[in-house]
């Protein structure tokens, strides 16, 4: 099946940089590379003939390629959140200099993809599209506005009376559950997050994940609204997803306490539930008494204890919050599934009804990882998407399975200078004319920016 990548383009811009001090002559052509900045070699001769056999092959490959024209049993969604292009482009030379390369030649998974496209992520009232009403774009097939779930532009930000079973959009998941397949998704965010909730709630506002998120004017409006935690476990189509992984417990239950690397976040900074509600047991017990085989699991090795080919609904909640970044789990060594390994399990899961599936697979965090400035945290989470499509691709029959990749929108992100093939993607590129080294990867907004002029 024909795979698809979308890449959302939102804005580039060239910003600031740390300083660090550096001697050489600006105004040279050449780059001021300091010491510490590492490079790496190209051990091939990349002369005429090898750029000509470069072309040749693509070209052979081209025309070898069959159109696939089957209908696609299974459709796995992959989401890059705040997956801009130079993310893109930076991620592939990161992934490939990891693996001991230059990098500029490397090739991300969906890279190698027959199909490549643009789409326009604006909203009804917004230049610039948030998670949540992009997500709404694509998995409910319609526009809608800035922060609103599962709903279209008639309902108003934050007026919970606006949202009526008329403006309700039903989403893909939906669709596939009515159709006699099995659903799931899995994200490196909370399971209450923008994205996800697109699949299977209905809100005014992507900031009601639980109860404490309401203001008493809402609940006098609506005293019967439902946060979007509540939505997922109580209402269709969510409850009767096969697989659901990702984080925030503490969004489905106020009974949680820290872990390590697993901090119970300030309500200043995040929801913790204060109904009383264990939506988490909640949710078992809906599954028990529909007489499912299913499994809860909160760890790694919950996870991979399980006989997954003997569960038909898995939730898996490994984090207070958002799920710790990969780099995090390793460095940490915490009991937490990388992206890929969710990945697997899901598809696992998923793949033993015959008439197919449909999996959404977020990258969360590249997106918070930029929110913080963040870059090189942002390429690591990116590799770690690009490892679980990989893991797709191979348990996976692309002949009657479609993979989509796309990003949601963008971040103000951008490669600078004019820096070495082969020189480290995360350090500086040059030297700028007023003396200053800058890096090759920098934002135009948020506390990398800002700090640099500080």
């Not at 959140?81 to 030649?105: L, P």
């Not at 945290?377 to 989509?404: G, N, P, Q, R, V």
Request: with cysteine.
């Amino acid at each position: 099946m024909r795979g698809l990548w979308l890449v959302a383009v939102v804005a580039v811009a060239l910003i600031g940089c740390d300083v660090i001090e550096c001697r050489g002559d600006h105004q040279n052509p050449h780059p001021v590379i300091p010491d510490n900045v590492k490079i790496q070699k190209n051990s091939r001769i990349e002369d005429m003939e090898y750029w000509y056999e470069e072309a040749a092959e693509e070209l052979a490959e081209s025309l070898a390629r069959v159109e696939n024209n089957n209908v696609a049993r299974n459709v796995v969604l992959f989401l890059g959140d705040g997956m801009s292009i130079t993310t893109v482009t930076a991620a592939r030379i990161y992934k490939g200099q990891q693996a001991g390369d230059t990098g500029e030649e490397y090739k991300l998974a969906w890279e190698h993809f027959p199909n490549l496209g643009l789409i326009k992520t604006y909203t009804v009232d917004k230049q610039v599209a948030d998670s949540s009403s992009s997500a709404t774009a694509y998995l409910c097939g319609a526009k809608t506005n800035y922060y609103t779930v599962g709903v279209d532009a008639t309902a108003a930000l934050e007026d919970c009376a606006s949202v009526t079973d008329r403006n309700k959009l039903p989403s893909v998941a939906r669709w596939a559950l009515e159709a006699g397949k099995r659903t799931g998704f899995v994200t490196s965010t909370r399971v209450s997050h923008a994205t996800p909730a697109n699949l299977y709630a209905h809100s005014a506002s992507r900031s009601w994940e639980c109860d404490a998120d309401f203001d008493n004017e809402t609940l006098i409006a609506c005293p019967d609204v439902k946060d979007i935690s509540r939505q997922l476990v109580e209402d269709y189509p969510g409850r009767d997803f096969n697989v659901i992984m990702g984080g925030g417990m503490q969004y489905l239950t106020g009974n949680v306490t820290d872990r390590p690397g697993d901090p119970v976040i300030d309500e200043d900074w995040a929801c913790i539930r204060e109904d009383g509600r264990d939506l988490f047991i909640d949710w078992q017990d809906h599954q028990a008494e529909e007489g499912r085989r299913f499994a809860s699991v909160q760890s790694r090795s919950e996870l991979q204890a399980l006989n997954l080919t003997d569960v038909d609904y898995l939730m898996g909640v490994y984090a207070n919050g958002h799920v710790p970044y990969e780099h995090e789990k390793r460095e940490l060594g915490l009991d937490i599934p990388t992206l890929a390994e969710m990945t697997e399990a899901a598809i696992t899961v998923l793949s033993q009804e015959a008439n197919g599936f449909f999996l959404l697979v977020e990258g969360g965090r590249i997106d918070l990882a930029h929110h913080d400035n963040l870059f090189n945290t942002a390429l690591d989470e990116t590799s770690a998407f690009d490892d679980a499509l990989i893991k797709a691709l191979e348990m996976l029959d692309t002949e009657e399975t479609l993979i989509i990749v796309t990003a949601d929108h963008s971040h103000v992100t951008a490669m600078n200078g004019y820096p070495l093939r082969g020189q480290d993607i995360t350090g500086l590129a040059d030297v700028a004319d007023d003396g200053r080294p800058f890096t090759t990867l920098s934002y135009t907004n948020g506390p990398g920016f800002y700090g640099a002029y500080e």
